[in-house]
């Protein structure tokens, strides 16, 4: 049988006992919480945008979502998307995605993908800094509009020297003091990327 998701992008808060009456009631779904573990028919109270009781008793409020057969459960992440437009961002947000990241290889510059999805986007955004990005740059390659590097040349087959992996750990850092989550790379598209190169000295 297929489920269906009811999913919650605010905030859980502290419960307030004097909240009687709520913005937003959602009303008899499964409320599915990872963190806690709970798993049971319950009634939501929410005020402000944000989770103030998980109840099994029932909630008043100014506005009532009957979930009664659907799931309610916080908004699923993906690691792992490309190129998000505003379509394809209404079609995550309706399989409950309120999360997409660019974690694989990054993009090649962090602050000016922030600055395209700044007030254009319908759902939460954030990149890795490129590794393969970085390597072009210390190569001297040129980085083709897609991200990826050449299937054969300098920057995809050779390894690099030591004074390049410091030069590339310049640039990553300069990305990660930008916002990135995290360094991406996709080792399978730089195969001269030595051990060094992914775990370097200190």
Same mark, same amino acid.
């Given at each position: 049988?297929?489920?269906?998701?009811?999913?919650?992008?605010v905030?859980?808060s502290?419960?307030?006992a004097?909240?009687?009456?709520y913005d937003v009631?959602?009303? /008899?779904g =499964?409320?599915i919480?990872?963190?806690?573990?709970?798993? #049971?028919?319950?009634?939501?109270?929410?005020? +402000?945008?944000?989770?103030?009781?998980?109840?099994?008793?029932?909630l008043? /409020?100014? =506005?009532v979502?009957?979930?009664?057969?659907l799931?309610v #459960?916080?908004?699923?992440i993906?690691l792992h +998307?490309?190129?998000?437009?505003?379509?394809?961002?209404?079609l995550?947000?309706?399989?409950?995605?309120?999360?997409a990241?660019?974690?694989?290889?990054?993009?090649?510059?962090?602050t000016?993908f922030?600055?395209?999805?700044?007030?254009?986007?319908f759902i939460?955004?954030?990149?890795t800094?490129?590794h393969p990005?970085a390597?072009?740059l210390?190569?001297?390659?040129?980085l083709?509009?897609?991200?990826?590097?050449?299937?054969?040349?300098?920057?995809?087959?050779?390894p690099a020297?030591?004074e390049?992996?410091e030069?590339?750990?310049?640039r990553?850092?300069h990305?990660?003091?930008?916002?990135?989550l995290g360094v991406?790379?996709g080792i399978?598209y730089?195969?001269?990327t030595t051990?060094?190169?992914?775990?370097?000295?200190?």
């Amino acid at each position: 049988m297929k489920s269906f998701v009811l999913c919650l992008a605010v905030v859980l808060s502290p419960l307030s006992a004097l909240s009687q009456s709520y913005d937003v009631v959602i009303q /008899g779904g =499964r409320v599915i919480d990872p963190e806690t573990g709970l798993d #049971a028919v319950r009634n939501v109270g929410i005020m +402000q945008g944000k989770i103030k009781k998980i109840s099994a008793e029932t909630l008043e /409020g100014k =506005r009532v979502i009957s979930a009664k057969g659907l799931i309610v #459960a916080p908004g699923f992440i993906d690691l792992h +998307q490309h190129a998000v437009d505003l379509e394809t961002q209404r079609l995550k947000a309706l399989d409950g995605v309120t999360t997409a990241l660019e974690m694989e290889i990054g993009k090649p510059d962090v602050t000016a993908f922030l600055q395209s999805r700044d007030g254009h986007s319908f759902i939460n955004y954030g990149t890795t800094a490129s590794h393969p990005a970085a390597r072009s740059l210390v190569f001297g390659t040129p980085l083709p509009a897609d991200g990826l590097l050449p299937k054969s040349g300098a920057a995809t087959d050779k390894p690099a020297s030591q004074e390049q992996i410091e030069s590339m750990k310049v640039r990553l850092r300069h990305e990660l003091d930008a916002g990135a989550l995290g360094v991406g790379m996709g080792i399978q598209y730089t195969p001269g990327t030595t051990r060094w190169e992914v775990i370097p000295r200190s």
